[in-house]
T-cell receptor, first 113, second 115 residues
């Protein structure tokens, strides 16, 4: 029972490098989200996708791009990584826009040096 | 502009006693509130929720109270157990047109339950 799966779990990048965080869910959920967690800041929404083919900005979208490849997959791309993007990234999904509970993946620890 | 605030970064409680975690919000359009629990190196997991039309919801040892006039909610854990030691996040969902059901989270409160 996988739920929400994120890869990679750990990554170290040099400033200016690019990378993509992958996320897939097997619960047939319509909505998917990317959050970042920083000390003292809680979980902040980067981007979300209410349904396949749609994406929208969250609270902190700068420096990121996303792709909702299909209903299952929602990727987050850092085109030119910066030290300020060192964080723990969580992908999440929810049944539909009126559903109340979102389900999180286990997180991806990203360090930009 | 933090719409959901957890003003206590940490809380320490003795095993068997009550833990009370607090959360304040500023947006009166929030219509649903949730609590998530997070262990180190894991993703947050859903704990309990409450609709804005209610003032209390109970699930076993966990009870959430909502005071709409004060824009305040709290999570009570009774009795507290060492396994409850984790970070607790309060979250709120906005309502109205244009809402996409996304959640806004507080900063989190680290609960330590001492044996």
């Amino acid at each position: 029972n996988a739920g929400v799966t994120q890869t990679p779990k750990f990554q170290v990048l040099k400033t200016g490098q690019s990378m993509t965080l992958q996320c897939a869910q097997d619960m047939n959920h319509n909505s998917m989200y990317w959050y970042r967690q920083d000390p003292g800041m809680g979980l902040r929404l980067i981007y979300y996708s209410a349904s396949e083919g749609t994406t929208d900005k969250g609270e902190v979208p700068n420096g990121y791009n996303v792709s909702r490849l299909n209903k299952r997959e929602f990727s987050l791309r850092l085109e030119s990584a910066a030290p300020s993007q060192t964080s723990v990234y969580f992908c999440a999904s929810k049944r539909d826009r009126d559903g109340n509970t979102i389900y999180f993946g286990e997180g991806s620890w990203l360090t930009v040096v | 502009d933090q719409q959901v605030k957890q003003n206590s970064p940490s809380l320490s409680v003795q095993e068997g006693r009550i833990s009370i975690l607090n959360c304040d919000y500023t947006n009166s359009m929030f219509d649903y509130f949730l609590w998530y629990k997070k262990y180190p190196a894991e993703g947050p997991t859903f704990l309990i929720s409450i609709s804005s039309i209610k003032d209390k919801n109970e699930d076993g040892r966990f009870t959430v109270f909502l005071n709409k006039s004060a824009k305040h909610l709290s999570l009570h854990i009774v009795p507290s157990q060492p396994g409850d030691s984790a970070v607790y996040f309060c979250a709120a969902r906005g309502s109205g047109s244009g809402n996409t059901g996304k959640l806004i989270f507080g900063q989190g409160t680290t609960l330590q339950v001492k044996p």
